[in-house]
Every structure is written in C-alpha cells, then in structure tokens.
C-alpha cells in the first residue's frame, strides 16, 4: 500500500527536529575539510602576488638596503637571483596576510561554535590590524636602530660585506617575527574564549610574563642593548594589558549567555 505524501511530508520535519546536533568528530572533520580547501586558496593567492611581487623584489631590496645603510655583496654568481625569488615570495605573503587570516579564521569557525559570525570578523580585522603594527614598528624602528648598533662594532680593520642572502633572511624573519608577536592579544582572548586559560591566570602572573616578555625580547632583539630590549618588551607588555581588558569583554561563551 502507498504511503500518502502528507504523512512523508510530516514526518520529515519530525525527523530533522529529533536529529542530535553535530558532535566533536564532526566540527573537526568539517574544520579539517575547510582548512584544506582554504590552504589551496591561499596557495594560489601567494603564487600570484609573489609573481607579481618578483617585479617589486628590487625596489624593496634598495629600500632595506638604504634604511639599514648596509653594504651587500654576493658571494655566489646565483645568489641575487634566489634572494630576489625569496623576498617576493615573501611579498606575496605580506600582501596576502589579510587573506590568509581571513582563510584560516573561515576554516576553525566550526570549532568554535560559540563565535559568532561577526564576532569572527572582528578577529580578522583586529588580525590585520596587529600584524601590520608589528610589521610597520620593526621597519621603523627596531631594524634600522638594530642593525646601526651592530655595525658599529666594525673596527679600523673590519669592514662589514654582509651577503644579501643573509641580510634578506635576517630582515624577514624580524619583519615576520614583529607581525606574528603583536598578535599576542588575540592569542589570549581566544584562548580566554574557549575557556582554556581563565583570565584570571594571566592577571595572577603578571609578574612571570613581565619575565617572558623581556627573556623573549631579548632573544629577538638584534641588539644587546636595553634601549633597543626596551623598544621590543614595553609594546609588548602593552599588548598583554591590551589582551587581559580584551579577555574581560569577551569572556567565555557560557558566562555572556
């Protein structure tokens, strides 16, 4: 005997009403499908603006030679040639960063379910933001500064050649290394959010970040010096307070409902 469509058609939304929401394999199974599609992306976007990057690869070389008053030498016929192929694929990357935050933002949302959409948005726009901070804060002023104080260190009979391939790696890695570390505060409030460490720990160890903060600046800093230490931990530290008044807006999910 056929089943009427009325009862078909009724018993549907009665079936999807009883279906268990989607459990922890699933968020990540979903997380884990969204993040390759979204590494794919961000493959293509960094391959075609490091394309077009290569033909700005010079002018920036010129620009972190002239702000660093450094002289370069090559000690190898392709050398030029590969760091030139290195800094525009770093370019690429640069340009891309507002992408591949986005990416990567777009790709955990199913982990955290308690984040809402806009909310997201915001952490991509405040990622932006922070990254570009750093980034700008360590051309202006830690790299040149840094890299003067090094050089003074050449004597009548030492003349610094310093080899673009190192001094290119020596400047992305404290560009990169600046943009990734100014986005301490949003570390702490996603760490605040999904309940993993209570803002309470970090307010109760300031002390042992102060600690950090300095032993990791001093670690980064090209410079031995406490003025150039100073430059890199007081933003810094700044950036922590930042992250706790930060934590106690967006706290944990279960205590803003």
Do not use: H, Q
């Amino acid at each position: 005997m056929p089943i009427p469509l009325t009862l078909i058609a009724m018993a549907a939304p009665a079936a999807a009403a009883g279906a268990s929401p989607p459990d922890d394999g699933d968020r990540v199974y979903r997380a884990l499908k969204s993040l390759r599609t979204s590494f794919i992306r961000i493959g293509w976007v960094v391959i075609l603006l490091s394309i077009a990057g290569y033909y700005l690869a010079e002018p920036v070389l010129r620009y972190l030679r002239d702000l660093t008053a450094v002289k370069l030498a090559a000690f190898g016929i392709p050398e030029t040639f590969f760091t030139l192929v290195v800094l525009a694929l770093a370019i690429g990357v640069f340009a891309s960063s507002p992408y591949i935050l986005y990416a990567v933002l777009a790709g955990i949302r199913p982990l955290f379910p308690a984040f809402s959409a806009g909310m997201m948005r915001g952490f991509w726009l405040a990622s932006v933001v922070l990254f570009y901070a750093g980034v700008l804060f360590c051309v202006r002023l830690s790299l040149p500064y840094g890299v003067e104080f090094l050089l003074e260190f050449e004597g009548p009979y030492v003349e610094a050649l310093i080899s673009v391939e190192k001094f290119v790696s020596f400047c992305l890695v404290f560009v990169f290394g600046f943009g990734i570390l100014f986005e301490l505060p949003l570390a702490m409030i996603l760490l605040g959010r999904i309940g993993a460490v209570p803002r309470a720990t970090f307010a109760r160890n300031r002390r042992w970040a102060i600690l950090f903060i300095t032993i990791v600046s001093a670690v980064i800093t090209p410079t031995p010096d406490a003025f150039n230490l100073a430059m890199m931990a007081v933003p810094l530290y700044l950036l922590y307070e930042v992250g706790l008044l930060g934590m106690r807006l967006y706290g944990p999910a279960e205590k803003k409902s």
